[in-house]
């Protein structure tokens, strides 16, 4: 049975900008109740209140498992219980990754994989004692399939995309749901100093709106799935992986993939890069 998003109860972890505010954004026009969490307190409130509709911000540092409880307990305090988690706190370092510092990969790991099990764990537990709730993890087409340049990332992607087909299987018949959705390139601040080709451009690249669709889609079907956005992203995922690991290197290069995560500007991605070091907030 489908269910209906009016009056849904969603919380959506960094949700002060990009793809989680878009995400907030659609879910309130489309009836629920919203809480966003993120690290960035101030701007999460700011958005919160440009949303309106009785959206709620919360501090939320998502590497702090305490923090996380803590999160999710105000958040089932201030709507009234808890239908919904939206994993999609998360950082996109982009470089050599023998290049790429230990503290970046780090927090690469602790915000994109760790934050998502997490988040994942303390939601599914509560949903489990009730028998009902969903998790909806933001992953991302390079969780399915690979980019140079962008190794951790993918490693931890991955692994997300991983986590919701184990839990499919593991949760089945317990009425807590698990889906990942898996973004092309969402042009949003992580792909700040990237370029594609036309392409590339064409098929694998999205608006943060279109993500948000897509999450509010998954809710409504309320079961668990894995989806693409755009479709074609999902296409060539699956595409790539059933044909030999050096035809797929090869067909990667001359469409100009590996362009994306090679050719930087660095100086249009700096700013994006001193969040991702955790050197502003």
Not at 39 to 49: G, N
Not at 253 to 265: A, E, I, P, Q
């Amino acid at each position: 049975m489908a269910r209906p998003l009016s009056g849904s109860r969603v919380a959506v972890t960094g949700g002060a900008q990009g793809i989680g505010r878009a995400i907030a954004e659609r879910l309130v026009a489309d009836g629920a109740r919203v809480v966003i969490g993120d690290v960035q307190k101030d701007r999460a409130e700011q958005t919160a209140e440009e949303i309106g509709a009785g959206t709620v911000a919360l501090p939320l540092d998502v590497v702090d498992a305490a923090d996380f409880a803590r999160f999710l307990d105000e958040a089932e305090s201030t709507l009234g219980g808890l239908d919904v988690l939206v994993n999609n706190a998360g950082i996109m370092p982009i470089g050599p990754f023998l290049d790429e510092s230990d503290h970046v990969t780090d927090r690469t790991i602790d915000i994109d994989l760790r934050g998502t099990v997490t988040g994942t764990k303390l939601a599914g537990r509560r949903f489990a004692a009730r028998g009902d709730g969903h998790v909806v993890n933001i992953a991302s087409v390079l969780g399915t399939l690979a980019s140079p340049n962008a190794a951790t990332y993918c490693a931890t992607k991955f692994a997300v995309v991983g986590l919701g087909q184990s839990l499919r299987q593991e949760w089945r018949g317990t009425g807590v749901r698990i889906s990942s959705v898996c973004p092309g390139f969402v042009r949003t601040e992580l792909i700040s100093g990237m370029s594609a080709s036309k392409a590339m451009e064409k098929y694998l690249m999205v608006d943060p709106e279109d993500v948000a669709e897509a999450v509010t889609r998954v809710i409504a079907k309320d079961r668990s799935r894995t989806v693409f956005v755009p479709r074609a992203v999902g296409v060539s995922s699956r595409f790539s992986n059933n044909i030999p690991a050096t035809l797929n290197d090869w067909m990667f290069r001359v469409s100009g993939g590996n362009k994306v995560t090679s050719d930087l500007d660095l100086a249009g991605r700096a700013a994006y890069q001193r969040r991702i070091e955790g050197l502003d907030r």
